[in-house]
Each structure stands twice: as structure tokens, then as C-alpha cells.
């Protein structure tokens, strides 16, 4: 168990460009979520996967991200056009199809800092 | 609507005193509960977590947790801690209803603990 990957681990970035964040899960999960951890706060749920689908996305993400799991493996986030309020923790999970009880196993993170 | 209430949000404690983090919970359905930690700059990791059964769960590195139906609560408690269990935690829930198993957290509390 190689546990859940991010990349890069910080990202540094002018306003009004583009990011895009990287996650490997666990490689027997087939779910894949995507949270959203400001300051001093607990993470916000962003987007869900089941394998390739992308199942559930939450009203946070707006029209400037965008997240795909090709193959249903490995994930991407991309945040078109930063704006100052998007610089926060964002946070990978996965977890083994099942039900809801299903612990989901973190990632460290990217942390996207926006000057 | 769901959420979760994190009634505090620093707990500082001396080495070796027991401690209780509280955390409360608002569903009109039936949830999962989860408690997290977080080590700084670091993703999360499990402590424990109650699907059913005994109301008493015990997690790793010594914390247990109690689920009140009744008072829609799960406080977390250790009953003697170490410098290194000075770190974020989290309290979560998932809906047992939820198709994606998605998880709401707490604003989280930070334990401070002393020498």
C-alpha cells in the first residue's frame, strides 16, 4: 500500500493563470474524491469518481475547474483563470467501492498559494 | 441539510491529562461518523470510525469515541496524551443514504498539547 500520491506538493502561481494538480489513489480503489481545505477550516467536498465517471460535483466547483480520471486511474484538477480566493489545501482521497462506509485514505495535498 | 458543530476550536492540555474533543452532528437521515487528524502540512488520517453496533469505538494511537443517538454527538477522548498527539482533528459524517459516500466535516479543533 503506497498510499494516495499528490504532485506538486506547493504550487505558487500569478493571478489569471492555469493550474493543474495531479493525484494517484490507492491502486485497488475505485473511488476518487476531490476536498477543499482553506485556513483554519475543515476540507469541502469538491467532486467524486467512480472509476472514470465523475459522479457528484458540488456547487464550489465553479466553471473554472474542471476534473477528469482517464481509465479510472490516475486524477487531474484543473483551476482556470486563479483568482485570489481560490489559494487553499486541496486535498485527493480514495477508498474502496462499497457503501458510504467505506474509509477514504488522504493524500498530503497541493497547496496552491496565488499571488 | 448536514452538518457537524466542532464546539471547540483550541483545547490546549498538559502531557499525560485526559482529554475530550467534542464534536456534534445535525442530519434528518441516518450517518456514518468519522474523526480525522491532521499533522501540519500533511493530508488526513483516520483515528476511528462508528457504522453501528456498540456506541463505544476505539480507534489507534489509544483514542475512543462515544456515539449518542440522543444528543446527536461523538466526542473523542483519550485518557492520557502524549506531546505528539498535538495535531488538528476532524470530525466527519457520510450519509448511510449516500451513493458517493462523501464526507461533511467540522471546522476541526487544534489540541495543544504541553510539557
Known amino acids: 500500500d503506497t498510499g494516495v500520491s499528490q504532485n506538486p506538493r506547493h504550487k505558487i502561481t500569478k493571478r489569471g493563470q492555469n493550474v493543474t494538480f495531479r493525484c494517484d489513489p490507492i491502486?485497488?480503489?475505485?473511488?476518487l474524491y476531490w476536498y477543499r481545505q482553506t485556513l483554519g477550516q475543515g476540507p469541502e467536498f469538491l467532486t467524486y469518481?467512480?472509476?472514470?465517471?465523475?459522479?457528484?460535483k458540488s456547487r464550489l466547483l465553479s466553471d473554472r475547474f474542471s476534473a477528469e480520471r482517464p481509465k479510472g486511474s490516475f486524477s487531474t484538477l484543473e483551476i482556470q483563470r486563479t483568482e485570489q480566493g481560490d489559494s487553499a489545501m486541496y486535498l485527493c482521497?480514495?477508498?474502496?467501492?462499497?457503501?458510504?462506509?467505506?474509509?477514504?485514505?488522504f493524500g498530503d495535498g497541493t497547496r496552491l498559494s496565488i499571488l | 441539510a448536514q452538518s457537524v458543530t466542532q464546539l471547540d476550536s483550541q483545547v490546549p492540555v498538559f502531557e499525560e491529562a485526559p482529554v475530550e474533543l467534542r464534536c456534534n452532528y445535525s442530519?434528518?437521515?441516518?450517518?456514518?461518523l468519522f474523526w480525522y487528524v491532521q499533522y501540519p502540512n500533511q493530508g488526513l488520517q483516520l483515528l476511528l470510525k462508528?457504522?453501528?453496533?456498540?456506541?463505544l469505538v476505539k480507534g489507534i494511537n489509544g483514542f475512543e469515541a462515544e456515539f449518542n443517538k440522543s444528543q446527536t454527538s461523538f466526542h473523542l477522548r483519550k485518557p492520557s496524551v502524549h506531546i505528539s498527539d498535538t495535531a488538528e482533528y476532524f470530525c466527519?459524517?457520510?450519509?448511510?443514504?449516500?451513493?458517493?459516500?462523501?464526507?461533511?466535516f467540522g471546522q476541526g479543533t487544534t489540541l495543544q498539547v504541553k510539557p
Open positions: 482521497a480514495s477508498s474502496q467501492t462499497g457503501t458510504a462506509n467505506q474509509p477514504q485514505h
Open positions: 491502486s485497488e480503489h475505485n473511488r
Open positions: 469518481f467512480q472509476n472514470e465517471a465523475q459522479l457528484e
Open positions: 462508528y457504522l453501528s453496533g456498540s456506541t
Open positions: 466527519a459524517v457520510s450519509l448511510f443514504s449516500s451513493n458517493t459516500g462523501k464526507l461533511i
Open positions: 442530519s434528518s437521515v441516518s450517518v456514518y
